[in-house]
């Protein structure tokens, strides 16, 4: 599993929180978003941004699912 967060301390501090439930899935901390999509073959977004996080020009074999974006004003994916 791949994270990526708005900073890298916050990305760690979530993957520590993740491995402390000992969930059995391995963790890394991305060192971009460009790096974790490179390596993906899904992204989940779970946040409440009101900007899209996403590029617009996604791999076409990528599955991207939104989640986060509950009001209309957020915008998750382009």
């Known amino acids: ?9 916050q990305a760690a501090d979530f ?8 969930l059995g899935v ?5 060192p971009t978003l460009a790096a974790a999509l490179d ?5 989940v977004t779970l946040t409440t941004s009101r900007v899209p ?4 020009a996604l791999r076409a074999d990528l599955l991207a699912i939104g ?4 009001r209309p ?6």
């Open 39 to 43: 390596a993906a073959d899904a992204v």
């Open 1 to 9: 599993l791949w994270l990526v967060g708005r900073s890298a301390v």
């Open 26 to 30: 391995g963790l890394v901390v991305a």
């Open 53 to 56: 996080l996403l590029p617009v």
């Open 15 to 22: 993957a520590a929180a993740l491995a402390a439930e000992r």
């Open 73 to 78: 004003q957020m915008a998750e994916l382009p």
């Open 67 to 70: 989640v986060g974006a509950f």
